[in-house]
């Protein structure tokens, strides 16, 4: 099989302004891991060895939101002028999502049109939750109203619980972070979001945590009083109208479940470095080719179809 030229949906990005502004507040690490070190240049060597033509870089946890809102404004704006530099300097092989000032909806509406209309940015990330609201708390509806209008894409990344400590003494994003993506997209469901902004394309890191496992639980709440009338569409269509990378999930035994969701068009290939290491990505790449559930033409879907659909100016100019 010719090999596929992949596109990476899940890739950080850890520009200096936003190491030693985090520095600054006494925060070093993300919910207990290091930060890694990062570069264009590694980044680049990584997608090399990997076949990875093009990677979408985003901002990961802990965010940019520490209590003090002024500094979330002017990081968030750092950051993305960050973004706009590195796909200047390299525009056929990195994107970029905007990180937005939450919880200042109204400074975050105003980021949004900037990242988008003036630095010409990919899409949003969002973390699963933000001054203990999930996404999908009325509060946050105008920004989420805003980017339907836009049919932006969203990539929401898990982070803390509300409330900002972990359950145990394990590391967060070993088990914490995909109950936290479960919490959140069951909030954006039953609140009605996904039903108001049909238009939004979310993807989901890391086979979007337990939604596929517990989605048939999640179909309670079709028939749960004060739930239904949120979900008057039924909650498998919405579930299904979500995007899901293959971030740690390239395995058959969360591959399956994710394939019985949604179909090929609707997963996309993840590396999750640097703060998932070198290896890791091999596993991905490793388990996806390996994995028997895909034919040649899923594996394309996954590898760089899917992500072409959000993503097109990756695309060569005479790609189907």
Known sequence: MTEIKKLDVHHHFLPEVYISSLAGVGVTDSTGVPFPEWSPRVSLDLMDRFGIAAAVTSISAPGIYFGDIAFTRDLARR??????????????????MAVLPLPDVDASLAELEYALDT???DGVTVLSSVDDRYMGDPAYDDVFDELNRRGAVVFMHPGFAP?????SSLPPSLLE???ETTMAVSMLVFSGTLERCPDVKLILPHAGGTVPYVALRMCVGQ???????SVPQGVMTYLRRLYYDTALSASPHALRSLQELVEPSHILFASDYPFAPELA????VGGLDDYDG?????????YRKSALGLFPRF???DEA
């Open 177 to 179: 972070f995909v109950f």
């Open 163 to 167: 409330g900002g400590k972990a359950r």
């Open 79 to 96: 950051c993305n002028e960050a973004s706009a530099e590195l796909i200047a300097g390299n525009p056929d092989r990195f994107g970029a």
């Open 119 to 121: 630095l010409s940015l």
């Open 315 to 317: 695309g060569d100019p």
């Open 281 to 284: 990505t091999g596993i991905t």
């Open 223 to 229: 028939f749960w009083p004060g739930l239904a009338e």
């Open 294 to 302: 895909f034919d040649e033409e899923a594996l394309a879907w996954v």
